[in-house]
């Protein structure tokens, strides 16, 4: 398992509600951005692989996915210039592996 739900939790204060929202959104949103993202990488429109690495980044980080978090960081920062777009496309597999992982498990944990 590659994602935690102790920072989560922590935030819920015991709210399963909450809990089950921020994993739906997750699942409805992140890979929307994903995709998005790969399509801006695959066009050098680093302005929009900064902002989606950007969006990306604070919904791996709920779910306790330091590594993920990383790598989306970097994409991030490296969205910052175009000189940096073989960087990104190296380090894009790694983020998309890790995100699909998780919403593959998320959804056989919380059967959606």
Request: hydrophobic residues 45%; charged residues 30%; without cysteine.
């Amino acid at each position: 398992m590659i994602y935690s739900l102790d920072k989560l939790q922590e935030m819920a204060a015991g709210d399963e509600d909450f809990v089950h929202s921020v994993i739906t959104v997750f699942l409805e949103e992140v890979p929307i951005d994903l995709e998005a993202l790969e399509i801006a990488i695959r066009e050098k429109d680093f302005e929009n692989v900064y902002k989606l690495a950007h969006k990306i980044k604070p919904n791996v980080d709920l779910l306790g996915m330091e590594q993920t978090r990383a790598t989306a960081l970097e994409i991030e920062t490296l969205g910052k210039s175009s000189e940096n777009s073989q960087e990104i496309e190296l380090k894009f597999p790694l983020l998309k592996k890790d995100v699909l992982q998780v919403i593959s498990e998320l959804r056989k944990d919380f059967n959606f």
